[in-house]
């Protein structure tokens, strides 16, 4: 198994652009969840999905976010206008939940987004 | 608050001592885990405790769970420069289908 992938790897771009993040989970796991890494606030939820369905998005900073699971293989994660404070590292992870539990994460290896 | 606090923020070691790391939490859990990231990368699932588990071992580590205290701890034994990385531990807390993660303690060790 190739693990959770998350391209791109580095992203810089100029304030006002849209930037586009992309997670394909591990096959067989039904819960995906999207992280934002800074110094200063550490690792914060923004949302998660099961079973391809936003269950909470309650950590989703501001309406210029946005996320889709359009199918158990796919994820992404939108920011339309970027602004410099979104320069962070994005994980994407992903688990199998059963009997209401989630199980250990897997994380990806992250995106690394700088707004210029 | 559903994450769990790390302590010590911060642990300098010699190669080959033991590393104790701990873990506070408020409410009651399911199971809580434990993850090491390595600078620049993504978190790596270490161990998992259930709620009913009083002691994990996997290899080097060992995770004790405390529920009367909500508390946990991850000791690493014999460690290794290799074992340098931060260590988060995120309890999974009755009725939430999320972990929350806290600032980590940061592990040295030094050759």
């Known amino acids: 198994d190739a693990g959770v992938i998350q391209s791109p790897r580095h992203e810089v771009t100029e304030m006002g652009q849209e930037v586009t993040l992309r997670c394909k989970p591990i096959?067989?796991?039904?819960?995906l969840f999207w992280y934002r890494q800074t110094m200063m606030r550490g690792l914060e939820l923004l949302i998660y999905?099961?079973?391809?369905?936003?269950?909470?998005d309650s950590g989703m900073p501001e309406d210029r976010f946005s996320a889709k699971m359009p199918n158990a293989s796919f994820s992404t994660l939108k920011i339309q206008p970027s602004e410099p404070r979104d320069s962070a590292v994005y994980f994407c992870a992903s688990s199998i939940r059963r009997d209401r539990n989630n199980y250990g994460y897997t994380f990806g290896s992250g995106t690394r987004l700088t707004v210029v | 608050s559903q994450q769990g606090e790390e302590d010590p923020q911060a642990l300098s070691i010699q190669e080959g001592e033991n590393a104790t790391m701990n873990c506070s939490y408020k409410t009651s859990i399911n199971n809580l885990q434990w993850y090491r990231q390595n600078s620049g990368r993504g978190l790596v699932h270490l161990i998992l405790i259930r709620s009913n588990e009083r002691e994990k071992h996997s290899g080097r580590l060992r995770v004790t769970l405390d529920t009367s205290k909500k508390s946990s701890s991850l000791l690493i034994t014999a460690s290794r420069a290799a074992d340098t990385a931060s260590y988060f531990c995120?309890?999974?807390?009755?009725?939430?289908?999320?972990?929350?993660f806290g600032q980590g303690t940061r592990l040295t060790i030094n050759p």
């Open positions: 995120a309890p999974l807390i009755q009725g939430a289908q999320k972990l929350v």
């Open positions: 096959s067989g796991h039904n819960s």
């Open positions: 999905f099961n079973n391809n369905v936003p269950i909470d």
